[in-house]
Structures are given as structure tokens and as C-alpha cells.
């Protein structure tokens, strides 16, 4: 009885010390954006401050802890197995929109490709897993402010990379067509227009310096030149949506709104 309590009192101590960082890396979030990059690409460009080393520090020790929570879950029998699933619902699905794109930096910068088949942690794929299962509807009103808000796919960032890949890829092959690579940017332009109609993406990408305006602005100057791209498709929902300005004003509450 009394390690049972011991062991539940250091389980509330260390969820605590991981609430703690979570703080600390919402702060670091917040001062990114004010310097117009975003904490992604703020992490991936390697500032080497105090600051950003003692985010490495804490994104590894909030990792541990999170591992060694699905690791504890995925070992109990099934009566006890929806109870714990509950308990680290809802700060589980924070920590993997708030922590697995600092990891898919670190893959990319890594020459990784391909993260979500091929380099994805086991904990992140049973936490979205979990949080799934709940069919938990998110709220997603028109009116409201999505300044602090995380983006719904944690993912999101690794397809981006994908798509600066192809754009790159594309531009070894200047003046000559291929459909496959063609296909896969239309398809990523799909994945992020569908994802701003549903209002399920960080108004942070974007953001001047973020890598999905600069795969934006390779992106576009393809399409004017029709390299690939049918007439049909040149004028997209999404290039309308970026070409005039729209994105500027994705997600903010206006005054007068409530």
C-alpha cells in the first residue's frame, strides 16, 4: 500500500515537472513569433542560445516521460488500460502538437525524408491514436482567435519539408515536365487548403520566415510559369487564398467579434 502511494506521488511530481516544461516551451513559442520565424523553424535554424539549449533539454526529458507513459499504458490489462488512456488524454495530445514538430525538425535537418512513414516515434502514433478513438469533436468556431493556437496535424511540418523537397527536386529539372512530382505538390496545396477551410492550422505558418512562405513562394512562381501545372489549376481556392493576402488575416479576432 504504502509504494502504491509513493509511486502515485512521484507520477503527480514528475506530471507537474512536465507541465513546468510544456510552460517553458509555450513561452518560447510566444518569443519566436515576435521575431516573425515561428518556434519550428527557430529550433531547426539552431539559434544557440541558453535559451534555446534549455529547450533541447526539455524536449528530451518531456519525450522520456511521455515513452515511458504509452510504455506503462500498452502494459496493463485491458480494465486498467482505459483508465490511464483517460487520465493522459488530453495533456498527451498537447504535448505531441506542442513537441513532434521540434522532433521532425531534428529529422529534417538530419536528411531524413518521408517522417511520417519513416521516422515517426511509436509514442506520438498511440497518443494521436488514443485521442482519436474519443471522437472528441474540436471546436472550431469562426469567430474564434487562433493566435495561441497548435496545429491539429502534428505532422503538418514534416510535410512541408516533403513538399520543399519535390519543389527542390523540380528545379533540377528546369524546363522539363514530371507529373509524379507535380501530383505531390498538388496534392500537399489539397492537404493545407482543406486543413484552412476547417481552421485546423496555426495561423504561425504564416509567418515571413516560416518554411511553408518560403515553400509558398517557390511554389508560386512554379505555377505562374505553368511548369506542370494545367491551366485548371492555376487558379486554386488556395493560390486565391494566398495571392491576395487573405492568410494575412487568418485566425484573428477582429474587435467588435466576440
Same mark, same amino acid.
Not at 515576435?34 to 519550428?40: D, N
Not at 521516422?119 to 482519436?132: Q, T
Not at 513538399?163 to 496534392?187: H, S, W
Not at 517557390?218 to 506542370?228: F, L
Given at each position: ?14 506530471? @507537474? ?22 518556434? $519550428?523553424?527557430?529550433?531547426? @535554424? ?9 529547450? =533541447? ?13 504509452? +510504455?506503462? #499504458? +500498452? ?9 490511464? &488512456? ?19 525538425? =531534428? $529529422?529534417? *535537418?538530419?536528411? /531524413? ?5 519513416? /521516422?515517426?516515434?511509436?509514442? $506520438? ?9 474519443? &471522437? ?13 493556437? *497548435? ?7 514534416? +510535410?512541408?519539408?516533403?513538399? #520543399?523537397? #519535390? ?13 509524379? *512530382?507535380?501530383?505531390? *505538390?498538388?496534392?500537399? =496545396? ?40 494545367? @491551366? ?7 493560390? &486565391? ?18
Amino acid at each position: 500500500m504504502e509504494e502504491r502511494k509513493k509511486l502515485r506521488f512521484d507520477q503527480l511530481k514528475k506530471l @507537474n515537472d512536465m507541465k513546468i516544461s510544456m510552460m517553458y516551451i509555450e513561452w518560447y513559442k510566444k518569443t519566436s513569433k515576435e521575431e516573425k520565424i515561428g518556434y $519550428y523553424d527557430r529550433f531547426k @535554424n539552431r539559434v544557440a542560445s541558453p535559451f534555446d539549449i534549455d529547450v =533541447e533539454k526539455r524536449k528530451r526529458e518531456l519525450n522520456e516521460y511521455w515513452r515511458s507513459m504509452v +510504455e506503462e #499504458v +500498452e502494459k496493463k490489462p485491458q480494465s486498467e488500460k482505459s483508465r490511464l &488512456k483517460t487520465r493522459c488524454l488530453f495533456a498527451g495530445n498537447n504535448f505531441r502538437r506542442m513537441i513532434e514538430p521540434l522532433d521532425i525538425a =531534428e $529529422y529534417y *535537418l538530419g536528411g /531524413g525524408r518521408e517522417y511520417r512513414t519513416s /521516422g515517426r516515434s511509436r509514442h $506520438y502514433v498511440m497518443l494521436e491514436k488514443w485521442f482519436k478513438e474519443e &471522437k472528441i469533436e474540436p471546436v472550431r468556431c469562426e469567430k474564434r482567435d487562433l493566435t495561441h493556437f *497548435l496545429t491539429f496535424d502534428s505532422c503538418f511540418w514534416a +510535410e512541408v519539408e516533403d513538399a #520543399v523537397i #519535390v519543389v527542390n527536386a523540380l528545379k533540377t529539372k528546369a524546363g522539363m515536365r514530371d507529373e509524379e *512530382l507535380t501530383r505531390k *505538390l498538388v496534392r500537399f =496545396e489539397e492537404y493545407v487548403w482543406g486543413m484552412i477551410g476547417k481552421r485546423e492550422v496555426s495561423p504561425e505558418i504564416f509567418l515571413e520566415k516560416s518554411s511553408f512562405m518560403k515553400w509558398w513562394r517557390e511554389y508560386k512562381e512554379m505555377r505562374e510559369r505553368r511548369d506542370g501545372f494545367s @491551366n485548371s489549376s492555376a487558379s486554386s481556392g488556395f493560390t &486565391k487564398f494566398m495571392n491576395t493576402g487573405r492568410y494575412e488575416t487568418y485566425g484573428r479576432q477582429f474587435a467588435g467579434e466576440e
